[in-house]
């Protein structure tokens, strides 16, 4: 009775068998956890109490108790009581009297929840360390690309010089050339074709000399220093340097004006100190994202991609706005996190993410939401000078 008594005040299942493997005591939170009395137990076998795949499972590990004085083992199965999968911890110690096997006391411990979360801990730990090592791949992937693109900055260099010795030749010459038909040609209908020739011409290398000057900007040595930088001068030097993929995708307009090579890059003035050619590298990021999305509608009179600049409360905002669906709404609470993409082919989701450490390393802010049928992202850095404008509004 005082065993009994005993039992019943243990927290935790314990049975106790005897040397045929027949229960003769157990405590009440055994009973509760099988739903069974005590009655119902006492005298029973494995057989007796469970479905037989499961008793079957059990004799071999009872039978191991006559040579082992403990043992430990997991097992997994159904509870009566939720019809729930459990896994269950089972312990065991041998009974000795008079020098032979007498049977042995067990307990056992539901791991469960403790399966799970060990499972869960496993699966985020495998999860970090994934993302740790495409994390670091991406920027050893990312130190290549530096050194390739040094590599070709430098050869850039030599080439835009080579290309533009010549081209001031043929400009200087064109322009006299020019000059000499206007003041010596008698007018006539062949004259005129001439002269309108001469304008296709003169704005083909207006349109060469633009891009050797922006490919000149680029080339040069990067400078990590922060410096004061007009804005819209870095943001149509990045247009320049993506024009000839995004003439194919779509029309953009800056300050509501239709893009081309020809616009001046001092039509407006919004200074800030910054690092500019890596700010020059974050509008190349969020203009390729929105290419990328751009291209996805099929006719190329539906795709809209509007840049403004404006001044607010002394802060310049940079705003980029597509029509090309917005942005998934599962995606855009963690859009510059690394990896997170939408996109179905290239890339691996990390040029938003740089993009934004180079904006938080220049002190400025940027956010993005959907607005329309389509995606805004905004950038804002504090103005050094007040804004200008030298447009007119012909």
């Known amino acids: 009775r005082d065993l009994e008594t005993l039992l019943d005040i243990i927290p935790v299942p314990v049975f106790i068998k005897d040397r045929y493997f027949r229960y003769i005591g157990c405590s009440r939170s055994f009973c509760e956890y099988f739903g069974l009395s005590k009655e119902a137990v006492i005298g029973k076998s494995a057989f007796d109490l469970y479905p037989i795949e499961i008793a079957k499972r059990l004799l071999p590990k009872d039978q191991e108790m006559l040579e082992c004085v403990h043992q430990v083992y997991k097992i997994t199965t159904v509870s009566p009581v939720t019809d729930k999968e459990v896994t269950l911890e089972i312990q065991k110690k041998q009974m000795i009297r008079n020098g032979h096997f007498d049977g042995f006391v067990g307990v056992f411990i539901d791991m469960t929840e403790s399966e799970k979360q060990e499972l869960y801990l496993q699966n985020r730990i495998n999860e970090e360390v994934k993302k740790n090592l495409q994390i670091q791949a991406a920027f050893q992937e990312e130190m290549i690309q530096n050194a390739k693109f040094s590599a070709i900055g430098q050869m850039a260099a030599g080439i835009t010089h080579e290309i533009n010795t010549p081209l001031t030749y043929v400009k200087g010459n064109f322009e006299m050339l020019l000059e000499d038909m206007e003041a010596f040609m008698p007018d006539s209908v062949r004259k005129q074709t001439m002269l309108k020739d001469a304008k296709t011409i003169q704005e083909g290398l207006e349109r060469i000399e633009s891009i050797i000057e922006t490919m000149r900007e680029a080339s040069q040595k990067s400078r990590e220093q922060k410096e004061p930088t007009n804005l819209f001068e870095s943001v149509v030097s990045a247009l320049i340097l993506s024009f000839n993929r995004t003439k194919q995708v779509v029309a953009v307009r800056l300050n509501e004006r239709l893009f081309t090579l020809q616009m001046p890059k001092n039509a407006y003035t919004f200074t ?119 447009y007119s509004d012909d």
């Open 272 to 390: 800030c100190t910054v690092q500019k050619q890596r700010i020059e590298q974050v509008w190349i990021i969020i203009v390729n994202n929105a290419l990328d999305e751009l291209i996805k509608i099929d006719a190329f009179e539906n795709r809209k991609f509007e840049i403004t600049l404006r001044e607010e409360n002394g802060f310049a905002i940079v705003r980029f706005h597509d029509n090309a669906g917005g942005i998934d709404a599962k995606i855009l609470p963690r859009i510059f996190e690394p990896f997170e993409s939408s996109k179905e082919s290239s890339g691996i989701g990390i040029g938003l993410n740089i993009a934004r450490q180079i904006v938080l390393q220049n002190d400025g802010e940027i956010v993005a939401y959907n607005e329309g049928k389509g995606a805004v992202f905004e950038v804002r850095f504090a103005l050094t000078k007040r804004s200008k404008r030298f």
